[in-house]
């Protein structure tokens, strides 16, 4: 495990590109929450990793990226685009902005902030 919060999220988000929410586990807490912005609130490792088996089933491509990322203390913001492809569909480039609390070494608070009515538009190609 990485041991500074840029790699450990840093490394968080190269793991979507994997396609396997196994993957993300070892970043997890076990109490981690997790929202995205319109969307209820997701409690719990399992639970968060639950919806990610799901949206990995659902999208043919996954390509995530750190566009830029500052770290202050166990806090990180990140700038990223998240590549998503329905089957037989372009790769959406949707931009987001991400907030990461860090307790113990691994993300305990996650909160995504896309715009869903701009991620719908360019699912749609």
Do not use: C
């Amino acid at each position: 495990m990485p041991t500074d919060n840029d790699t450990l999220v840093r490394e968080f988000v190269e793991a979507f590109n994997t396609k396997d929410s196994g993957n993300l586990a070892q970043y997890l807490h076990p109490e981690v929450v997790f929202q995205n912005y319109g969307d209820a609130e997701i409690a719990g490792r399992d639970a968060v990793l639950q919806v990610w088996t799901s949206v990995f089933a659902a999208f043919e491509q996954v390509e995530f990226e750190t566009l830029h990322q500052a770290v202050n203390g166990d806090v990180v913001l990140a700038e990223q685009v998240h590549g998503l492809g329905l089957p037989g569909g372009p790769l959406a480039p949707i931009k987001n902005v991400a907030v990461y609390e860090i307790r113990d070494g691994m993300i305990a608070a996650w909160r995504d902030y896309t715009n869903p009515e701009y991620s719908r538009t360019l699912l749609q190609g």
